[in-house]
């Protein structure tokens, strides 16, 4: 597992391995894994666990991205479940956790955690200290999808809210993003990882090799 590059990738909402090794080739740090059965990226967990196989097993995978399971608001048997098969590397929290349910989270299953926090105004940012010394990556993403999702909407936010901000945790910046505007939002936000979904897909869950190999290649260029 390797997180590379100037700025890191993360492509979220894979749906095979062919999903994963385009990943791995374009030089994606990490890649998601969606656990949301109203999300058009909701990975069933034989999908998940043939990934994951696929992914520890194969040529190279001692440089392989890190697997990100994306959650929202799970209990304990269901985290269970996803992470035996989908054996991540990192947990997102993607729904109303609080803080002292994602320690319990951390102490009970004892892996990282990616805190998704949701931007719409500068205000939206105060709750980023109550994360500090807990999740080990913010991921800022745009607030305010009406079906409810968890990401991957193509909504975006003001880039310029983040390029003061100073906090202590590592964070990379979702919502919106594309091959057109990530070296922009790269230049803006001075975020040193990036998160995309519907940004590389052709049809909502369906990826797209080229998309996701210029988005990686543009990202650099920020």
Request: charged fraction near 20%.
């Amino acid at each position: 597992m390797t997180e590379r590059g100037a700025t890191a990738v993360k492509i979220c909402g894979i749906g095979s391995v062919a999903d994963y090794d385009v990943c791995h080739s374009a030089g994606a740090a990490f890649v998601g894994m969606v656990f949301f059965p109203r999300s058009p990226r909701h990975l069933e967990l034989g999908t998940a666990s043939a990934i994951a196989i696929h992914a520890d097993t194969g040529a190279d995978s001692t440089h392989r991205p890190a697997r990100v399971a994306l959650t929202v608001d799970m209990d304990d048997k269901d985290l269970a479940a996803v992470i035996d098969a989908a054996r991540p590397d990192y947990i997102q929290l993607h729904g109303t956790e609080s803080p002292a349910r994602a320690a319990d989270i951390k102490r009970t299953f004892g892996l990282p955690l990616i805190r998704a926090i949701r931007v719409a105004e500068a205000a939206d940012l105060d709750v980023c200290a109550e994360w500090d010394g807990l999740a080990d990556w913010l991921l800022f993403d745009a607030k305010g999808d009406p079906g409810g999702l968890p990401g991957g909407t193509g909504h975006s936010f003001d880039w310029n809210l983040l390029a003061d901000h100073a906090g202590n945790t590592r964070w990379m910046l979702a919502g919106g993003l594309s091959v057109e505007n990530v070296a922009r939002a790269v230049t803006v936000t001075g975020a040193v990882a990036v998160d995309v979904s519907s940004g590389v897909e052709s049809a909502p869950g369906k990826k797209d090799a080229e998309r996701i190999r210029n988005f990686v290649s543009s990202a650099q260029l920020g």
